[in-house]
């Protein structure tokens, strides 16, 4: 389960909330697990032309009391079957045929009874007024996900619930999902593991004459075999940014940046190395030893009760002492999204705020959050230099959970 339950209802209790509700994806796929590979793409207009370029709408629900629950269309009720979430409820049409004499797929004793028992909802906005109804919440303070919500849908929430409060909790919900569960945990060290594996695989073939392209599709090619999805493969050019779509080939004696991910079972992984095709210099050395000491300074100050701003500072004083003069460490939390809270940068000053939270933004770690550090450098037309390592925070620090290199990665001495 992704979902931290205990987590949610302290954060509910502290605001006085009565239900969370959750609507987009990535929240959707927290409340529930239930993920669709639509869901991030479908636009409304893609099914109503000349309407707007909001998403298809579906919802989750958290109440404080009650069954979770999740409202989606009945074409896609089968792809939430399986889920932990018992509590399935669907709009629109039925959009399936049904045989004389009738037949028992496995999942479908399920999904009728999801229809069967809920009150017929011509729209997402109606399944989860008829929810809250079920549920006594029509005057209750209900936390919903405003921040991507579009206008028109709010408005008729609001206009059926005169007597609830309405409240945004987009922010809250970031919050509850910086503290991951064990599951999400074993996930994101899932897919730190084939992620490295994949990694590996494909910069074996790093050589002189070899393309960006061959490497990134050998990286793709081992992420897909291990069943996971492929998020990035990035390299480092001659030292003046980063680039996934070009026709760069390697270089004898190049030294790059490599930044690559993969999703498994909907979590990130997010790693980084240096890839060396030949010794480096005496320059590039210190450098290297540099973003090193900057990198282990920073999980000096991995453990719970520190601020990020404070890694981030131990992080910056490593390379204020180095030859290095243009860097920018910093890091962030991994998870549901390639950037979960907390972020690891200098206090900004700014805070989490919306109708349900207010924290500074510079938040304390806590046991069970998951975060990446990173440091790099680009020396323009000599090379790119880059390390990018997760750590689950423990009660006594910080447990790695991709490895750690004290060299660049040289595919000529492997």
Not at 46 to 56: D, E, I, K, S, T
Not at 159 to 165: S, T, V
Request: proline share 7%; hydrophobic share 45%.
């Amino acid at each position: 389960m992704l979902l931290n339950q205990a987590r949610a209802r302290e954060c509910m209790d502290a605001a006085g909330l009565d239900a969370l509700i959750a609507c987009t994806p990535v929240n959707i796929t927290a409340f529930s697990d239930f993920t669709l590979w639509l869901d991030p793409l479908f636009r409304e207009y893609m099914v109503n032309p000349g309407a707007g370029g909001g998403r298809m709408q579906r919802y989750a629900l958290f109440p404080r009391e009650g069954p979770p629950a999740l409202v989606v269309e009945p074409m896609m009720a089968v792809n939430a079957a399986d889920l932990w979430v018992q509590d399935l409820i669907t709009f629109g049409a039925p959009t399936i045929e049904e045989r004389d004499p009738p037949v028992q797929p496995q999942a479908w004793p399920r999904i009728r009874q999801a229809q069967a028992d809920s009150v017929w909802s011509a729209t997402p906005n109606d399944a989860l007024l008829n929810l809250l109804r079920e549920h006594v919440l029509e005057e209750g303070r209900l936390g919903i996900e405003m921040e991507e919500l579009p206008q028109r849908h709010l408005q008729a929430l609001r206009d059926a619930l005169p007597r609830a409060q309405l409240l945004d909790c987009s922010n809250l919900l970031r919050y509850v999902r910086a503290v991951k569960t064990a599951d999400e945990i074993e996930r994101l060290r899932r897919a730190a593991q084939i992620s490295e594996a994949a990694a590996m695989t494909s910069l074996a073939q790093a050589a002189p004459g070899v393309s960006l392209a061959q490497l990134s599709l050998a990286y793709r090619a081992q992420v897909a075999q291990a069943g996971a999805d492929f998020d990035h493969f990035a390299i480092g050019i001659d030292g003046v940014g980063i680039a996934t779509e070009t026709g760069h080939h390697l270089a004898a004696g190049a030294v790059m940046y490599v930044d690559f991910g993969c999703r498994w079972r909907s979590c990130y992984s997010d790693s980084g190395l240096t890839l060396a095709l030949g010794p480096l210099s005496p320059g590039l050395q210190r450098r290297y030893d540099a973003l090193r000491a900057c990198i282990d300074a920073g999980v000096g100050q991995l453990r719970p009760g520190r601020r990020g701003s404070q890694a981030h500072a131990a992080m910056q004083d490593v390379i204020d002492g180095s030859d290095i003069r243009v860097a920018a460490p910093h890091g962030h939390g991994l998870g549901l999204e390639v950037r979960d809270y907390p972020v690891i940068v200098a206090n900004n000053g700014l805070r989490l705020r919306d109708d349900c939270l207010d924290l500074p933004a510079d938040l304390p770690l806590e046991v069970d959050m998951v975060v990446n550090l990173e440091a790099s450098s680009f020396l323009a037309g000599e090379a790119s230099l880059h390390i990018e390592e997760t750590f689950l925070i423990t009660v006594d620090g910080a447990e790695p959970l991709s490895p750690r290199r004290e060299a660049p990665l040289r595919p000529d001495q492997a």
